[in-house]
């Protein structure tokens, strides 16, 4: 497995991880179809995840917990937006309140997931970006990724000035 | 999810609060030297109420801090936040890294099935 980029995308607003897997494309969708599979990775070691609840087609809904250390769970919810299978995934994931249910006062980030066959390996490319409760990229024309990148990145050189 | 429940407030606000080019402009100006909001203003060609307004959000989000010296409010950055804000970038970049390596681990133990 390699990560070969991790970006900031001024432009487009987003976040972008590319990794290369040793498997081809089939079998890393199953990570993301199998509600099965998917616990074993979403979630950190420490806080395991666990989906109740998963649709991966239009408009269908997954519903997880991950349970911390002391037991304390962390509910989370998904929604598919569109689904191209073994290629493309798109949902929007966001926090539940304590009844599981989405939590519409929080942040919810947008997510696309590619995976592209390249030989015998698959690149799987994640592109995360915000969407704010006030739907900021709306009201304002622009997101917070560029809002991020553009204050921050001349930053590291301000600090070490 | 990035953030944890606990800060995801405060993070909303200091995304807004960066999603005006006005806005990232001052928080730059202001990381390198403290001005006055009048002088601000004039640099932006826009009303001291307009500037006021701007370094109010940024203050609200903690990227600035604002002092009353004799006539003038002179503002500042806040290094703290904006150090904070690249560090919740730095974790989710971390996070699919690790995500990375787990599903990596989930590949291997089915090839090792088959």
């Known amino acids: 497995m ?11 607003r987003t976040l972008t991880f590319v990794t290369v897997f040793e498997a ?27 989906f109740t609840r998963h649709e991966v087609e239009p408009g269908g809904e997954s519903r997880y917990h991950m349970t911390g250390p002391d037991g304390e769970k962390a509910p989370g919810w ?6 191209d299978a073994p290629h493309r995934y798109e949902f929007e994931d966001g926090f539940s309140t304590d009844d599981g249910e989405p939590d ?9 997931i590619t995976l592209e066959a390249d030989g015998p ?14 739907d900021l990229d709306k009201v304002l024309g622009m997101g917070m990724r560029e809002g991020m990148t553009g204050a921050l990145s001349q930053v590291p050189a301000l600090l070490a000035a | 999810m990035v953030v944890d429940r606990f800060d995801s407030d405060g993070l909303d606000r200091l995304f807004a609060a960066l999603s005006d080019a006005t806005r990232r ?18 640099r932006y060609d826009m009303s001291f109420a307009a500037i006021q307004k701007h370094v109010a959000v940024l203050e609200r989000a903690a990227l600035v801090r604002k002092q009353r010296r004799g ?25 699919w890294v690790d995500r990375a390596d787990r599903i990596s681990d989930l590949l291997r133990d089915s090839r090792v099935a088959d």
């Open chain 1, 121 to 134: 390996t698959t690149r799987m490319t994640v592109v995360a970006s915000y969407a704010s409760v006030d």
């Open chain 1, 24 to 50: 081809p494309p089939e079998r890393v969708w199953q990570v993301w179809e199998d509600p099965r599979q998917l616990e074993r990775w979403w979630g950190p070691p420490t806080w395991p995840a666990t």
């Open chain 2, 71 to 95: 006539r003038e409010q002179i503002v500042r950055g806040d290094v703290d936040t904006i150090r904070e804000a690249e560090s919740v970038l730095e974790r989710y970049r971390q996070l």
């Open chain 1, 2 to 12: 390699d990560t070969i980029e991790s970006t900031v995308d001024r432009d487009d």
């Open chain 2, 25 to 42: 402009d001052i928080v730059e100006r202001v990381l390198v030297t403290e001005q006055s909001v009048s002088s601000l203003a004039r």
């Open chain 1, 104 to 112: 519409t006062s929080m942040p919810s980030m947008h997510m696309v």
């Open chain 1, 78 to 83: 998904w929604r598919t937006i569109a689904v």
